[in-house]
């Protein structure tokens, strides 16, 4: 057979511990057999960004800027350990941080769903992609603690020295706390257009909620700039589509997911994408099912897995001891890139390679062959616990009958 051809490089930013591990198993197992895989490699390994001076990681986005495509292995964020396990000269900061901060981008995160693990909440049949808003409020404020007899007021000083007061609270009778929270109409803004554009893409609905009948400035901001963008830019294009977007209070929100069948996108703010997406994955049933994709306002792409670098299986791997890891979410994190790749250089044949190998890993494990998170979770008879290697052996023998 020969290998499908590529046009424009993805970019692709190599990680840490046992995803490094990984990454270099699915592409040797399952990409370069296949595709004639053209990258440009960025590797976002710790010591590699520690000899850089992280300089890597802004070339990385910044080459994702220009590609509009990425692929990236999950690094570590290094804290007070990492700084003398890789004697570092600094304490770097997360990479995902510094790549979304660059890219302006939200997260969306999506279970893999398949047969034999049931979601906690088995009416969800179909995937719920969690879309945080990754800037401000509680993330980015300000608290005091305020003793008793004292007075708490909001100033707000213009450009021209005008000074605008309101109360927040007389502190008589007792001590207390405030805090102050902003956001920025740009930054929602942005969210806002990630989250039509993503719902586009996806052919899903939209659904987006905060508590603007109390909070009628603030979470009010929220609402009317998301309702303006979709009026003016958005609109006919989702009755093209044939999707929706809908707007709800938060808490209306939450009891209509809980009842829901899944297969829409659920945009949230700041606190409660933190929150639900940690709920959501839970109720699905595991972190390493979990793909993940950062959205720039204009339309850049990069794919990831949700989880960690899978630090306590990488240990046993230096150990020489086999490991069962589960390569789902970073193997979906390169199909999804691979697809949008396609998709921009309109090449089919690379999206159907994409499709094929999803497929192909989908039925491994419907065949009961998986690793030891799915095996403890799945209910299927015949379930079988294979290593990491094993598992991505198992997939390739599935995907040669599909191509
Ligand atoms: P983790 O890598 O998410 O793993 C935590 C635990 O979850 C593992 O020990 C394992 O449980 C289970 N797990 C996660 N992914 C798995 C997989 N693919 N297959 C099987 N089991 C899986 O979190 P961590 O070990 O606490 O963090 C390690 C490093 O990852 C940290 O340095 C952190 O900074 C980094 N991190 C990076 C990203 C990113 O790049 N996006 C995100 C989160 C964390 P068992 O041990 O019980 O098997
Ligand atoms: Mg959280």
């Known amino acids: 057979m020969e290998k499908i051809k590529m046009i424009t490089p993805l970019v692709e930013m190599d990680g840490d511990e046992m995803t490094r591990i990984i990454w270099k198993m699915i592409k040797d197992i399952l990409l370069t057999p296949y595709i004639d895989l053209k990258t440009e490699y960025y590797d976002l390994g710790l010591e590699h960004r520690n000899e850089t001076n992280d300089k890597v990681t802004f070339d990385s986005a910044e080459a994702t800027k220009k590609y509009g495509v990425a692929v990236k292995c999950a690094t570590i964020t290094p804290n007070a350990d990492r700084m003398t396990e890789y004697n570092l000269k600094e304490m770097w900061k997360s990479p995902n941080g510094t790549i979304r901060a660059i890219l302006d981008g939200t997260v969306f995160r999506t279970p893999i769903i398949v047969k034999g693990i049931t979601p906690f909440i088995p009416t969800w049949t179909k995937p719920i992609t969690i879309a945080r808003h990754a800037y401000g409020d509680v993330y980015k404020n300000t608290e005091m603690q305020v003793p008793e007899g004292s007075k708490c007021e909001l100033v707000m000083t213009d450009k021209d020295g005008n000074e605008t007061r ?26 806002a257009r990630s989250c039509f554009n993503f719902a586009l893409d996806t052919k899903q609905d939209l659904w987006f909620a905060t508590k603007d009948t109390i909070s009628k400035k603030y979470d009010h901001r929220f609402k009317d700039i998301f309702n303006e963008i979709f009026e003016s830019e958005y609109k006919e294009k989702f009755d093209a589509a044939g999707i929706e977007y809908f707007y709800t209070l938060i808490d209306d929100a939450v009891a209509r997911v809980v009842r829901s069948e899944g297969g829409y996108i659920w945009a949230c703010k700041n606190y409660d994408g933190d929150v639900m997406s940690d709920m959501v994955a839970t109720a699905y049933g595991s972190l390493a099912m979990m793909t993940s994709v950062l959205v720039s306002p204009d339309g850049v792409y990069e794919y990831e897995a949700a989880h960690g670098t899978v630090q306590r299986h990488y240990y046993k791997h ?33 999206c159907a390679f994409a499709d094929k190998l999803e497929a192909a890993t989908i039925k491994t494990i419907e065949d009961g062959i998986m690793t030891g998170d799915l095996a403890l979770l799945s209910s299927l008879p015949n379930k079988k616990k294979v290593d990491t290697e094993e598992f991505l052996l198992a997939i390739n023998e599935r995907l040669k009958e599909m191509l």
């Open 318 to 350: 230096l150990k020489g001891e086999k490991t069962s890891t589960n390569s789902v979410a970073t193997l979906f994190a390169w199909t999804g890139a691979l697809r949008k790749r396609g998709e921009m250089d309109n090449t089919p044949d690379l």
């Open 166 to 191: 309101s109360l927040i609270h007389e502190f008589s009778g007792s001590a207390g706390i405030i805090q102050g929270l902003h956001n920025i109409d740009k930054s929602i803004g942005s969210f």
